[in-house]
């Protein structure tokens, strides 16, 4: 079974100011796909970004990058010029490539604040 | 145009009632899934629709029901209502292997 940690519960950034987010994932999968969903006060699950296993090269979505480490199982989020819409829960998401079911393994989150 | 959508957002109701949550997606997807979020905010997988057909049922009490009437559509009916089934339910729904896209989401308070 797979497992994902988020070791940050709470962080909070400056307003313009840039933050990472960690996210490490145990598995004895080669083929895989990792995920940060956004989750504002709304309550609505927003996709940030998507990173796929077999690619080297790291995911970029505007203000948002990650760093993935495949062999330290790391899938850390970057937000770069934080903005006060930015502050939600943040969820680290894990895919099997080949699972039929296709489901997400979930980490426990964390919540950013985004200070003016 | 809502791309998934669940209906109600809100349910309260009384312990031993019987209630239903339905999800409704417009983007071709054919596979819908139903996730449980905690007070906790802990997100966790329950069940797993493929072509109508039922993939995965991750240890959910019998109480719990899905039924997919078909590709756009899957509903969640839960049997005599527990304290602990209180939280915010998801539907989600994908095409393939590919990510998911998740509904607004339905707090259930069973009183």
């Known amino acids: 079974a797979q497992t994902v940690t988020q070791s940050q519960p709470e962080m909070s950034v400056q307003e313009a100011e840039t933050v990472t987010l960690s996210c490490t994932y145990d598995t004895s999968e080669s083929n895989y796909y990792l995920f940060w969903y956004k989750q504002p006060p709304s309550r609505q699950m927003i996709l940030v970004i998507r990173q796929e296993a077999y690619k080297q090269q790291n995911a970029t979505e505007n203000r948002f990058s990650v760093n993935f480490q495949k062999a330290a199982k790391s899938f850390s989020l970057k937000i770069s010029d934080s903005q006060l819409g930015d502050t939600a829960m943040y969820f680290c998401?894990?895919?099997?490539?080949?699972?039929?079911?296709?489901?997400?393994?979930f980490g426990g989150g964390t919540r950013l604040m985004v200070k003016p | 145009d809502t791309a998934v959508s669940q209906t109600p957002k809100y349910l309260v109701t009384q312990m031993g009632n019987d209630k239903s949550i339905k999800c409704e997606q417009n983007?071709?997807?054919?596979?819908m899934y139903w996730y449980k979020q905690d007070s906790k905010k802990f997100l966790k997988i329950m069940f797993s629709?493929?072509?109508?057909?039922?993939?995965i049922n991750e240890t959910v009490p019998n109480r719990f029901s899905p039924k997919s009437p078909d590709k756009a559509h899957l509903n969640l009916h839960i049997n005599s209502l527990e304290l602990g089934d209180s939280a915010v339910y998801f539907c989600?729904?994908?095409?393939?292997?590919?990510?998911?896209?998740f509904g607004p989401g339905t707090r259930l308070t069973v009183l």
């Open positions: 629709y493929n072509n109508k057909e039922l993939i």
């Open positions: 998401a894990f895919m099997k490539r080949n699972n039929a079911g296709n489901m997400l393994t």
């Open positions: 989600a729904s994908s095409r393939g292997v590919r990510e998911q896209f």
């Open positions: 983007l071709g997807h054919d596979t």
